[in-house]
């Protein structure tokens, strides 16, 4: 994305009101964030109430709309309209292009007074800093690569863990067959691309994903093994229900928490809907890595960005970026959101199996170099290509493309935002 003049103009709007703002006395951290399903705003009602303590007022600017999409829009219309919240909730290289315009606070110093560089994974760092400064706070390590299950439904069916692609296909058809939803999904395109990233994984490998999905080698987006996950995607559509599209991925979850479907494949932050539901891992629901991915973790670490104003309001993003990275916050904060903290030295003694298991691969990954960044939100590769990525799977999914054009698709894509 590149600085126009209007966006610069409007920043510098922006910085005046935040004076104003500040000489009225005003400390209020307006945050814009999109967690607004029942998981999301449990978790983040613990750093509201952490931030009351340290006598900051919280104006709550939620945006509706899984992955953040909307969330974005809404961020670029209030840069552009000189109106920008003091804190955002941001993904992966979201953060790196709205580094780029230099709009950003600089947290280099807390970050150095807390040692933030020793307990963050380097993976991770690589969005939160900008010419080596850091300019973004880790909330938590969410990963995508996970297979969300109603136990009653597996324990009904007999169906055991599937640690294969063909045990997973065979589970679903079992499910199909005895007259419920197989595989609760929403049809929208972050989530389509979510499916999408643990096929690639399953399909390709770690090294596949990297050349494809991070590289965008043309080679690799043209192979029989792309043919084979967009093959492998249409065999998935084939569980998903009649009512799939434009489903909100929650919606989905409390399908799968009701035992109407008996899968669902998402991110951990679906765990949020399970905890805030009562229900427990082991009794009430199956987490498990998608079949062929257990050795590999697809991250998205939200992060909070804060765009530079002065004063009090600084003082106030300050004691925003302590609280968020507070280890005894990002431990509860992560058993409610289902993700794992973005801090290395918490221990996992408050989370249960599932938290316990995404803490224990993380660390796994991270040391052996398969903590790998989720296209889908955003840890890939920037927002356009990303976005090329949205429209041809989804397209594909939904029966607009066949196999073959939807590789002719995403190469030309890929060539015109390359
Ligand atoms: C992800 C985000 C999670 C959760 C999810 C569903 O991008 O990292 O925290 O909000 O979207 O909206």
Redesign the pocket.
Known sequence: MRPTILMRTCLAVLFAWCLIATRAGAVEVEVL?????GG?AAALGILKDRLKESGIDWKDVPVA????TQAMTVLRARVTSGNPPVAV?M?GFDIVDWAELGVLADLNETAAAEHWDRVIPAAIQRFSKADGRWIAVPV?V?SVNWVWANQALLDELKIAQPRTWKDFIAALKKVKDSGRIALAHGGQP?QDATLFDSVVMLTGGPDFYRQALIDLDSEALDSDTMREVFDRMLVLRGFVDDNFSGRD??LATAMVIRGEAAFQV??D?VKGEFITAGKVPGKDFACFRFPGTENTVLF???QFVMFRVGGEMREAQLKLATAIMNPKFQSAFSVI?G?VPARTDVPDADFDACGKQGMADLARADAAGTLIGSM???HAAPAAVKNAFYDVITAHFNGELDTEEAIEELLDAVESVR
Do not use: F, I, R, V
């Open positions: 964030h999109w967690w607004t399903a999301e709309g899984g992955g953040g909730q993904l938590d969410h972050w991925w929650n998402m991110g932050w998205n670490s939200d959101k993700s889908a939100h955003g």
